[in-house]
């Protein structure tokens, strides 16, 4: 009976902090510098231009955390970063320009801290 009571305590405690977390509905938040939750702190800004450095073809998504899928960004890849960033489930995510595809790409794996995206440095004029 006692080892009941407190399973059944246990339950009714971690019933009420697991939710379900429903990707495509969910509402992006915006990405504050020292944002908690385990978010990467940006690098890329809204206007410059970046590349991918993913070992794999990252998705551009239609929205943040979307299953739709506009197009695929390949290591090496340039884009514009038109909007963001916005944090979503653990993601920083960036609104790009690859051509003509406009969309949504994370900007690291937010278990590692991998970065899959880098700011591209603007060549410093003067003596190299």
Known sequence: MFK??????FLLMTSAIIQPVNIVNATP??????????????????????????SVRLNIRSQPGSNKILGKLSNRNTFKVLDGPE????????????????????????????FWLEPIKKKSKGKE
């Open 4 to 9: 009941l009571k407190i399973t059944l305590a």
């Open 87 to 114: 944090c979503l489930n653990s993601h920083v995510w960036w609104k790009i320009q690859k051509g003509n595809i406009k969309g949504w790409v994370g900007e690291a794996n937010p278990a590692t801290f991998d």
């Open 29 to 54: 938040k915006p990405c504050f510098q020292g944002a908690s939750g385990g978010y990467v702190r940006p690098r890329l800004k809204v206007g410059m231009r970046g590349r991918s450095i993913s």
